[in-house]
């Protein structure tokens, strides 16, 4: 039988990366894990306890060890933090371990998804909406280093998660690790 690689979704806050991810992940008889949820077990705390209380420097070092050892080397679909895959080398580190697909939206669409979200604590200021097209002009070029890039912006939910499961049985096909 052949192996699953793991699919790892990247992609700003609010582009539906665990929406898509947890039915991608059922269709595609992948495990379906949440790297914020799951750092969030880990350290009993929630993600705005954890930046409050040690910063997103350390919150960073906590993303980086869990894709290098928090979760089995095959038959994942991880929906990774959107700050995850822009720390230095990490888009490196995760095409190594499988399969990297980036959602992509507006600052405005993101913007309308995230705003009453307090949950989201980048997005802490006055002015949220600048803030994220300031954070996108320098994530955008890494979110674009995915093995796939898909628009999630003007689609159903449905929809996104048809052209994730399409694109992850091609390039499964084609991956070695």
Known sequence: MKKKPNLYLVGFMGTGKSTVGR?????????????????EVLQGKSIPEIFAAEGEHAFREMEKSFIES????????????????VQPGMMRLLKSRGLVFSLI??????????????????????????EIEKLLAVRDPIYQKAHCCILTEGRTVSEVVSH?????????AQWTE
Request: glycine content about 10%.
């Open 23 to 39: 039915q991608v992940a059922q269709r595609m008889g992948l495990a379906f894990v949440d790297s914020d949820h799951a750092i």
């Open 105 to 130: 939206a507006t600052a405005k669409g993101i913007y309308e998804r995230t705003r009453h979200n307090s949950n989201r604590p980048l997005l802490q200021v006055e002015d949220p909406l600048s």
């Open 164 to 172: 994730v499961c399409r694109s992850y049985k091609l390039e499964s």
């Open 70 to 85: 928090g979760h089995t080397a095959e038959g994942n679909l991880v929906s990774c933090g959107g700050g995850l895959a």
